[in-house]
Structures are given as C-alpha cells and as structure tokens.
C-alpha cells in the first residue's frame, strides 16, 4: 500500500446505507447517484461510514422522514469500482466489509468534529455526497457507533466471505 488509509463519510438514505450494508456479501457503496468518479477516489484499507440525513429519500408528494445518524462502518476491499445493472439503472461501486456497529445520531457530536467549521452550517460538507475526514473524527463517528477501531489497512477477501 502506497497510502496511509483515509476516511471517508458517504451520504445516502439509512434505507439505501442499509441495503449496502445487508443486501449482499460482501456489502458495497454506492454514492452520488451511482457516479464512478467519487469512488476512483476511495481505495481498499480506506475506512467508511455512511451518514443517512434521512430515513429514505424524498418522493413525489412523499416527505422525508429525517434521521441524521451514522448508520453503517466498514474497510473498503480490494477492487475497482464495478458497474451494477439493477434493472435499467447502472450505478458504480465498490465492495465493503461492514463491521458491526450500532447507529448513532450525529447531534452529540457535531461540537467535536474538527472537519466542523461553523456549527450553524454543520450540514454544508454532506451535500458533496462523499468527503474526507480525519482519523480523530473518525474515531469519534466510531466510539459512538461502538465499532472496535479497526488495526489492519486492508481486509483480507476471505474475512469478507
């Protein structure tokens, strides 16, 4: 590896984190509106966390339920992002392998986070769909998700399976 390994924060709906996390073994990630270019960034080792602003996405005269939690923690495995045909739409991603980990909400820490410039705005980083964090925050995202700090850079496929 020719990187220390990064962090990562993805947005999506807890509904869609959740089918990442669940749905498949290994699981996967999926970001902004299935995009290639943002998971190019993302490497195996590198650690993620998905933050769900709500419960699913909004819909034509449907509301979102709001939820704002941290919902899934996991190692990116080795791999190249890879097309996914879900019948007609065909988003990239990138295999993951979720630790357990419980949901926490994101208010008790918003006043800790360094990646946090104005509290007034907390929400502004998150509209990216993906960004970088430092290994302080994301030790705090995963204190509160009660997810065991994770040692080695890369998981190993078999610890996938």
Known sequence: MDRAPRNWIAVASAEHARRGRDELQPGFMQVCHGQCAPLRRVAPGDRVTYYAPALRQARRGV?????????????????????????????????VHYLPAREAPIHPLLDHFAF????????????FGLFSISDADMRLIAGA?????????????????
């Open 63 to 95: 509301a979102a339920v709001p939820m704002q939690c941290f919902v899934s923690f996991g190692i990116v495995l080795p791999g190249e992002p890879y097309a996914f045909d879900m019948g007609g739409f065909v988003p990239w991603r990138r295999d």
């Open 145 to 161: 998700m009660q997810v065991a700090w994770p040692q080695q850079a890369v998981v190993e496929p078999a610890l996938a399976a």
């Open 116 to 127: 946090v410039e104005d509290r007034a705005r907390w929400g502004a980083r998150f509209r």
